[in-house]
């Protein structure tokens, strides 16, 4: 089985900043790391490739800083990465990435499988994943915390919601995004992030993978960002519990159930 | 570990390099010149188990990649709780194939990316969490004879909690205790000395120079007696009170401190 997963660089910092000019993510500066729902899905991929064979191919598109990520996604057990950039993506929404991205799974070829974390936690969309399904005209299902059985051509999978959760069969090639409950990602070895740091990495511009130039970056992108504004400062609070331990444990425990937090 | 005692052999503490680390060739280069230089010097190489909770490459992964050589009975490695089943059982049959014997033993600290134990993991019952004794009594069942298992004391933990944990982690099969940094004297660690004379007892000398970083770490606010705080001076006199004892050399200066160390315990 040949599976994709997509992955991407995000700021690894709560300190990223919104250009207010072209209400992009100031990426300059800040320490990326891969989106955490992207871990689980390359852990996801790896485990299918353990149980009944095949190839993982870690798929991005960014800068050329961004190999940072596929080399993660090669220190855990994937075998190939393939990194998309160009100029001309540039300004790409969730749309005109979906197209680039499906353009780069066609390319690769003989796809059976792609994998993508549930969201990005820096866009927050849940989009890319559905739209490269879109894109590719694949049945894809979302939300998936737990692959149980992959058949020749067929695979089952848990789909959460918030009731509980729905078995599905999809028929393959298909695309699935994943939540954090679907595994524990592996911790990299040193002889895998050895690996990673020697391995090649093709870099891949809009011309080789065939995309219309149209489709791609602002002119490709449909939505527009026209506002963004911060969230509301959180209110910072402090309760002064007495007693004894036994009493303010108990005390503790009963606050940080009111307030939902345990 | 009576042996490193009577031989006064020092534990030094190496840390593995971080997983996200930016200049990893250079930091395992540095790991192996550290490690290489504890084994020629006679003394004890003691391999962090991702400390402080801060994901790193396991201590034995580091000395099978890189070639390293242990000495027998001259390295010990930590074991902590966050780990899967499969990578602990796999840290545990290295250390046999390297011929280490000495584990430090400790629940340690996790993180978002750490998994840890369950008990069902480690075939305990009656408990909702693995801690060192629950690791302790796996290691001895699983692996009978093949270690010499230590465990940690922290005498700024409330004591009565702290001698009752120490019991259970003895009754697990711990041989040897390893305290937390001891500035000079504490008075709980010499009621551990009284408590259980026939145990060796190893006592941990911070050797940075940055005490208010061993008040993080402990959670309560270490004072000394010099301003500013003079690690090999403390380190001598730790000597002085603690004459049965072995000593743990945590965050020494390979470049500034390790050529002092050599002529203080005499």
């Not at chain 1, 002119?219 to 209110?235: C, F, I, L, Q, Y």
Request: aromatic share 6%.
């Amino acid at each position: 089985m040949k599976i994709v997963v997509c992955v991407k660089q995000v700021p690894g910092s709560n300190d990223a900043k919104i250009d207010p000019e072209t209400k992009r993510i100031v990426r300059e500066g800040i320490k990326a790391v891969t989106n955490p729902f992207d871990t689980y899905a390359v852990e996801e991929a790896v485990r299918i490739k353990e149980k009944i064979g095949g190839e993982v191919v870690v798929l991005t598109m960014g800068p050329p800083r961004a190999d940072i990520v596929l080399r993660e996604g090669i220190s855990v057990g994937a075998d190939k990465a393939v990194l998309l950039s160009d100029r001309a993506f540039g300004g790409s929404d969730t749309w005109a990435t979906s197209y680039a991205l499906a353009k780069a799974i066609e390319k690769i070829g003989s796809v059976d499988l792609v994998i993508c974390g549930k969201q990005a936690i820096d866009g927050d969309t849940a989009q890319v994943g559905p739209g490269i399904a879109a894109q590719l005209d694949w049945p894809q299902a979302t939300y998936v915390m737990a692959v149980p059985e992959v058949k020749p051509g067929l695979i089952q999978v848990k789909r959460m919601h918030e009731d509980g959760w729905d078995l599905c069969e999809v028929k393959l090639p298909a695309v699935l995004t994943v939540v954090k409950d679907i595994n524990q990602p592996r911790i990299p070895t040193l002889k895998g992030r050895l690996a990673a740091q020697k391995i090649e990495i093709p870099t891949w511009t809009a011309a080789d993978i065939g995309a219309e130039p149209e489709l791609i970056g602002l002119n490709g992108s449909p939505t527009r960002v026209v506002k963004t504004n911060p969230p509301p400062a959180r209110e910072k609070a402090s309760l002064k519990l007495d007693g004894t331990p036994a009493e303010t444990a108990g005390k503790l425990v009963h606050e940080l159930r009111v307030r939902g937090l345990v | 570990m009576r042996q490193h005692i009577e031989n006064k052999t020092y534990h030094v503490e190496i840390l593995p390099p971080k997983q996200d680390s930016e200049k990893l060739d250079a930091d395992l280069e540095a790991f192996g010149v550290k490690f290489n230089r504890v084994m020629e010097s006679g003394y004890c190489a003691c391999l962090t188990d991702n400390a402080m909770g801060n994901l790193a490459f396991q201590g034995t992964e580091m000395i099978e990649e890189l070639g390293l050589e242990p000495k027998k009975d001259l390295v010990m490695i930590h074991l902590n709780t966050f780990h899967t089943k499969d990578d602990l059982d796999r840290i545990l049959n290295s250390c046999r194939i390297l011929k280490i014997r000495q584990l430090l033993v400790i629940s340690g600290d996790g993180s978002d990316r750490l998994p840890k134990l369950s008990p069902a993991d480690v075939g305990a019952h009656n408990t909702e969490a693995v801690t060192s004794v629950e690791l302790l009594q796996y290691i001895v069942r699983e692996y009978p004879g093949d270690f010499e298992l230590g465990v940690a004391f922290n005498p700024y933990e409330p004591e009565e909690h702290e001698f009752a944990k120490m019991e259970r982690k003895l009754a697990a099969g711990a041989t040897f205790i390893i305290t937390q940094p001891v500035i000079e004297r504490h008075e709980v660690v010499d009621k551990l000395l009284v408590k259980y004379p026939k145990i060796p007892v190893i006592v941990e000398a911070w050797m940075s120079k940055k005490i208010d970083l061993l008040s993080e770490a402990v959670g309560y606010e270490i004072k000394t007696a010099t301003d500013p705080f003079d690690p090999i001076a403390t380190l001598k006199i730790l000597h002085q009170n603690y004459k049965s004892c072995g000593i743990y050399l945590s965050l020494l200066g390979f470049k500034t401190q390790y050529d002092f160390i050599k002529d203080t315990w005499k």
